[in-house]
């Protein structure tokens, strides 16, 4: 399987791994065909956008027991979603992530779907907690 120089980089130096402590949200998600687990920890702040104040992630961590591409994606998933407010961190895409690693091989395409369907869990969790 062939995998692109962003992918392989993100995997050997993967961006924002570890876990945040008391963190405002955690998302989980898992895959059991594979054996990929995920965990995204995020921190919320506030930012004035156009005149009102928006939430933002502030940090964002993973923890990813899987292959190269499960921990590329997830490293990826972070460097998308840092600095952006919840709405706009919860439209990035499957497509978005893979693109951003220039491209994944057809069968770890759910290593990408895991990492968003990952940040949207913590998403969703930080909200039922407010």
């Known amino acids: ?3 692109s120089k ?3 980089e ?3 130096n993967p961006k924002n791994m ?6 405002d949200a955690i998302g989980k998600v898992g895959n059991p065909q594979c054996g990929d687990v995920m965990w995204i920890y995020l921190k919320i702040g506030k930012k004035k ?3 009102k104040e928006e939430e933002i992630i502030k940090d964002i961590k993973f923890k990813t027991f899987g292959c190269m591409a499960a921990i590329a994606t997830s490293s ?3 460097q998308l979603a840092k600095g952006k407010t919840l709405k706009e961190a919860e439209k990035i895409t499957v497509d978005n992530v893979a693109d951003s690693l220039q491209g994944l091989p057809a069968i770890k395409m759910h ?7 990952a940040l949207r869990k913590a998403i969703e969790n930080y909200r039922k907690k407010k």
Not at 18 to 23: V, Y
Not at 111 to 117: G, K, N, T
């Open 111 to 117: 290593c990408s779907s895991l990492a968003v369907d």
């Open 10 to 12: 993100n995997f050997m």
């Open 6 to 8: 962003k992918v392989r």
């Open 76 to 78: 990826m998933i972070t």
């Open 1 to 3: 399987m062939e995998y």
């Open 49 to 51: 956008v156009d005149g």
């Open 18 to 23: 570890g876990e945040i402590k008391n963190p």
